[in-house]
C-alpha cells in the first residue's frame, strides 16, 4: 500500500494569512492527487485534483502542487470559511488512500 | 444537480453483515463517466476507502478489505450497495457514498471522489 503522510497534522493561523499543508507519498505517484476539505458533521468536499486541477466552483484561493512524492496545497489568503480538516488523497494505484489530515484552526 | 443518500441499518451486532445502499438522484447510475464507492470514516478519525463499482458490475476494493467486501450496483433502481461482513467494533464508522470521474477511453476510474452522500453512523454493538 502507498502510504500517505500529511504535514503539520494542525495548523494555526489567522485571516488573511498564506498557508501551506504538505502531503508525502510512500513512493511515487505521479500527479495522481487530491485534496479535500471536511467540516465538523460533514462530507469531505473535492478542492484540487490531479495535483493542481482546481474543482469548479472552488475559490482561486486555493491551489495545489506538486509531483512524484511530495505535494502541497496552498490557501493564498485564509478566509474564515476555510477553518476546517484537510486530507489528500492518492489515487496512482487501484487502491486509493487517505493522509491522517491536517486541521487548520483559528489562531 | 446530483444527489446521493445512504440508507440502511445504524446499528449492527458484532459477527452480523453491515448493508447499504446508495440512491443517486438527478444523474443516471448507469454513465459511463462515473465509477460509484464507499468510503468510511471512524469517529474522530481519517478518511478508509472501501471499494468502487462501475455500471457494468465491475469492482475494485481495499486490500486491507477485500475478504469481507461485496459492492453490487443494481441499474434498475439507480443504487448501488454495500455489504461488509463479520464486523467488529472496529468498523463502526460514518459511511459514505461518493462519485469517482472514469476514463471513458479505458474504463477505469481516476479514483478521486468529486460528490459525496451526506454520511450515515453506522454502530457495531451488542
Known amino acids: 500500500d502507498i502510504q500517505m503522510t500529511q504535514s503539520p497534522s494542525t495548523l494555526s493561523a489567522s485571516v488573511g494569512d498564506r498557508v501551506t499543508i504538505t502531503c508525502r507519498a510512500s513512493q511515487s505517484i505521479g500527479s495522481w492527487l487530491a485534496w479535500y476539505q471536511q467540516k465538523p458533521g460533514k462530507a469531505p468536499k473535492l478542492l484540487i485534483y490531479?495535483?493542481?486541477s482546481l474543482e469548479s466552483g472552488v475559490p482561486s484561493r486555493f491551489g495545489g502542487s506538486g509531483s512524484g512524492t511530495e505535494f502541497t496545497l496552498t490557501i493564498s489568503s485564509l478566509q474564515p470559511d476555510d477553518f476546517a480538516t484537510y486530507y489528500c488523497?492518492?489515487?496512482?494505484?487501484?487502491?486509493?488512500?487517505f493522509g491522517q489530515g491536517t486541521k487548520l484552526e483559528i489562531k | 444537480q446530483l444527489q446521493l443518500q445512504e440508507s440502511g441499518p445504524r446499528l449492527v451486532k458484532p459477527s452480523e453483515t453491515l448493508s447499504l445502499t446508495c440512491t443517486v438522484s438527478?444523474?443516471?447510475?448507469?454513465?459511463?463517466?462515473?465509477?460509484w464507492g464507499w468510503i468510511r470514516q471512524p469517529p474522530g478519525k481519517g478518511l478508509e476507502w472501501i471499494g468502487s463499482i462501475y455500471y457494468s458490475g465491475s469492482t475494485y476494493y481495499n486490500p486491507s478489505l477485500k475478504s469481507r467486501v461485496t459492492i453490487s450496483v443494481d441499474t434498475s433502481k439507480n443504487q448501488f450497495s454495500l455489504k461488509l461482513s463479520s464486523v467488529t467494533a472496529a468498523d463502526t464508522a460514518v459511511y459514505y457514498c461518493a462519485r469517482l470521474p472514469a476514463d471513458i477511453l479505458t474504463g477505469y476510474p481516476y479514483g478521486y471522489f468529486d460528490y459525496w452522500g451526506r454520511g450515515t453512523l453506522v454502530t457495531v454493538s451488542s
Open positions: 438527478g444523474g443516471s447510475i448507469s454513465s459511463s463517466s462515473y465509477y
Open positions: 488523497q492518492q489515487y496512482n494505484s487501484y487502491s486509493q488512500t
Open positions: 490531479k495535483a493542481s
